[in-house]
């Protein structure tokens, strides 16, 4: 099995910036993908940002396009979510999450604890 541990999560004001980080416990087909994902109080949990291992193919969720970056370090089996801009709307708990393809919540097979994110205005 893969384990993930997320950290980098804590409070910014709006405008301001933070780093998520997400390392692997090892590199398998099923961290072919590794995304992010949140889920704020009475929401459903979405998908943010997910990149594949070679990273040519990435996906953004359209309100975070521009303001968020994802990479990742497969030597380190970590990948990062660059946060900038940030909104009071990006207030949620963030999951990372790694499976063999980037797809919807099905499509992952494991998942970290949460890292939480707030967002003052």
């Known amino acids: 099995q893969v384990q993930l541990v997320e950290s980098g999560g804590g409070s910014a004001q709006a405008g301001g910036s933070l780093r998520l980080s997400c390392t692997a416990s090892t590199d398998t087909l099923e961290t072919n993908c590794m995304g992010w994902f949140r889920q704020a109080p009475g929401k459903e949990r979405e998908g943010v940002a997910a990149i594949y291992r070679g990273g040519g193919r990435i996906y953004f969720i359209d309100s975070v396009k521009g303001r968020f970056t994802i990479s990742r370090d497969n030597a380190k089996r970590t990948v990062y979510l660059q946060m900038d801009s940030l909104k009071p709307e990006d207030t949620a708990m963030y999951y990372c999450?790694?499976?063999?393809?980037?797809?919807?919540?099905?499509?992952?097979?494991?998942w970290g604890q949460g890292t939480q994110v707030t967002v003052s205005s």
């Open positions: 999450a790694a499976g063999y393809v980037c797809g919807g919540r099905s499509e992952y097979d494991y």
